[in-house]
């Protein structure tokens, strides 16, 4: 996928349009970078600016991954809590069946 997006990327810049026409089509690129490269491309500072939007991409991501893993464990400890409880209530509900049928 990435490689189909990379070589259309290439083939749009041969055809002529800019860098940041390309990019202004791709819905994963934050608004923040769009701005950046159309910023940096009508300054002739590209090769600058190409270095920080990718270090901001790489924050952004750790950021939501971290976001992620943070999620994930109180979901965790949920998921496991109510297999628990059930695993334990199956195995309880036969025994007070059995008791409930001696009185």
């Known amino acids: 996928a990435l490689r189909r997006q ?8 041969i055809e002529g349009r800019s860098l940041t026409q390309i990019m202004a089509d791709d819905p994963y ?17 590209l090769e600058r600016i190409l270095p920080q939007a990718a270090e901001y991409c790489a924050r952004r991501a750790e950021i939501i ?11 965790m400890i949920v998921v496991v809590a ?4 059930f695993a334990v209530l199956s195995f309880l509900l036969p025994i007070f069946d059995a008791m409930d049928a001696m009185m």
């Open 82 to 85: 109510g297999l628990i409880f």
């Open 29 to 45: 690129l934050p608004s923040l970078v769009r701005g950046m490269l159309a910023a940096g491309e009508e300054a002739g500072e």
């Open 6 to 13: 990379l070589s259309s990327i290439e083939q749009r810049l």
């Open 65 to 75: 991954g971290q976001r992620v893993a943070a999620l994930a464990e109180p979901i």
